[in-house]
């Protein structure tokens, strides 16, 4: 079996008692990301951006782009494991404050759907804090949904619209 590529988000906006503020998060979780069955090929620069949802602290966010020969349900927990290390329950409130969020955002096998994965992330096309980061490692992946690029995207998603008449 060949080696599939993910484009996974990462995300904190909350401090970890060994690795500092959430920008040093990321930079651990990247470290992570390059161990065992998963290799790093690139990795965005790290964005700050506005927390959805209930949370008051604004994140740090960035891409990076794997290799694996692992299929999209045991890279999930692989990402799930790294969570689980840097101290993320899955308990509580949806949207709250994280130490580190990890989501497979595409991977080149096309779209994919499990009981507790589907690929593309629903919700990336809407989402400068992915897009942003994602154009700078992968601006010409195509969305398999859509067929529009990353950047075309991100550009839809920040070209000015005209005013209602």
Do not use: C
Not at 30 to 47: M, N, Y
Not at 70 to 81: G, I, Y
Not at 89 to 116: C, F, K, M, Q, T
């Amino acid at each position: 079996m060949g080696k599939h590529r993910y484009l996974v988000a990462l995300g904190s906006n909350r401090r970890h008692r060994r690795h500092g503020s959430p920008r040093a998060v990321l930079s651990a979780a990247l470290r992570a990301l390059d161990h065992g069955k998963l290799e790093l090929l690139a990795a965005s620069p790290v964005i700050e951006s506005a927390p959805l949802g209930p949370s008051r602290r604004r994140y740090a966010n960035a891409v990076a782009l794997v290799r694996s020969k692992r299929a999209p349900e045991e890279v999930l927990h692989k990402l799930q494991k790294i969570e689980h290390k840097f101290g993320r329950r899955r308990v509580g409130h949806a949207w709250g404050a994280r130490v580190l969020d990890l989501d497979i955002v595409l991977w080149n096998g096309g779209p994919y759907a499990a009981e507790n994965l589907v690929i593309p992330h629903p919700a990336f096309r809407e989402r400068r804090f992915v897009l942003d980061p994602a154009v700078k490692i992968a601006s010409r992946w195509r969305d398999p949904l859509t067929g529009f690029s990353l950047r075309q995207l991100r550009a839809r998603l920040t070209k000015p619209r005209m005013a209602p008449r």
